[in-house]
């Protein structure tokens, strides 16, 4: 099937069903200059080793970890969002979508403009104290590492005395998702008679799982990603090409 029938079917899909919900993942940001984590080449785990965002490796070395955000930091503090973020929004805005569900934690559908959006993993943009529970902005965080405070201890109380280590409110490899967005999430994969996946491979659990709720609840499933996916064979519809170029066909195609 070609490109333009492929979209076309999308769109025909999305116009039929009127309650979508976009689950997103690192693909949807790359063409916002964040790289993704699996792509042969170019993923962020072929350069660095994913234990520095574990939580045995962050209490281990969590200078380790300030080491990689500093470096990071340029990349997501300057990353705008682009098409595909903001057609997520102009389909909210136009009631074909009822909201997002990202594994993303570079807050970009919200600065699209999204309004129903689900962080399964958390943001970049806090981070908090392990001891006492204090929120920090994360560009505070990441000025004081700057200023060679790594890793940076929780000054809030009289006198410093707190002292507990900070970290992003992200969530790390071997902590629970939030429950708040997993649970809202859950029940809209229930409700939705249409789930879209834009750019995840769909390998992190538990928010792999959710398709699966989705398709048991008798959703039909749409899959935009360049990577094999493996629900693939279980989707109405799977188009592996750029989360932009679809985006741009699609906006044209609804005339949005």
Known sequence: MSLDSQINELSELILKHRNAIVFTGAGISTESGIPDYRSPGSGVWEKYDSSIVSI??????????????????????GAKPNNSHLLMAKLEKNKLIEG???????????AA????????????????????????MMDEIIQRVQEGENPPI?????????????????????????????????DKCKDTSLMIVIGSSLQVSPANSLPDIALQSG?????????????????????????GLVAELLEATLEL
């Open 154 to 186: 929780c000054k809030e109380f009289e006198n410093n005395i707190c002292q507990g280590l900070i970290k992003p409110t992200t969530v790390f490899f071997g902590e629970g998702l939030p429950k708040p967005p997993w649970v809202a999430s859950v």
């Open 113 to 136: 403009g999204s309004i129903n959006v689900h962080e399964l993993h958390g943001s970049i943009r806090q981070a908090s104290c392990l001891n006492c529970g204090q929120i920090y």
């Open 100 to 110: 997002v569900i990202t594994q993303n934690v570079d807050g970009l559908h919200l």
């Open 56 to 77: 045995p490796g962050f209490l281990r070395d969590p200078s380790q970890y300030y080491e990689y955000a500093l470096e990071m930091y340029p990349i997501r503090s």
């Open 219 to 243: 959703s039909e499933l749409v899959i935009v990603d360049l990577l094999d996916t493996p629900f693939d064979t279980r989707a109405t519809l799977k188009i592996q090409e750029k989360a």
